[in-house]
Nanobody, 111 residues
Framework: QVQLVESGGGSVQAGGSLRLSCAAS????????MYWYRQAPGKQRELVAR???????LYADSVKGRFTISRDNAKNTVYLQMNSLKPEDTAVYYC?????WGQGTRVTVSS
C-alpha cells in the first residue's frame, strides 16, 4: 500500500513563497514520475508540475518560471517550491503517483 503525505501549505500574501513536500511510503517512489496537481474552488483539478524518475520536469504554463519541482529519492520525497505566489494560485495541492493521491494541502494567497 502506498501512502502520500503532503505538507507545507498555508496562507501567504501575494509575492510570497511556500515549499510543499510529499513523502511517499512504499517502494513506488524511485521508479515513477511524480506529479503535483491543484484544485481551486469550483474548478477542475489541474496538473501543476511533473518530474520523472530521471529528473525531467514539466510545468503548467501558469506556473513556469515561478514554481520548481524536485525530488529526493533517498528520502522518497518530492517538493514543490512556489515563488512569486499569486491569488490565482490559491487551491488545494495534491501529490500523485501511479494510481495514488495524497490528501492534499491547502494554499491560500491573499492580495
Amino acid at each position: 500500500q502506498v501512502q502520500l503525505v503532503e505538507s507545507g501549505g498555508g496562507s501567504v500574501q501575494a509575492g510570497g513563497s511556500l515549499r510543499l513536500s510529499c513523502a511517499a511510503s512504499g517502494s513506488i517512489f524511485s521508479s515513477n514520475a511524480m506529479y503535483w496537481y491543484r484544485q481551486a474552488p469550483g474548478k477542475q483539478r489541474e496538473l501543476v508540475a511533473r518530474i520523472t524518475s530521471g529528473g525531467s520536469t514539466l510545468y503548467a504554463d501558469s506556473v513556469k518560471g515561478r514554481f520548481t519541482i524536485s525530488r529526493d529519492n533517498a528520502k522518497n520525497t518530492v517538493y514543490l517550491q512556489m515563488n512569486s505566489l499569486k491569488p490565482e494560485d490559491t487551491a488545494v495541492y495534491y501529490c500523485h503517483v501511479n494510481l495514488f493521491w495524497g490528501q492534499g494541502t491547502r494554499v491560500t494567497v491573499s492580495s
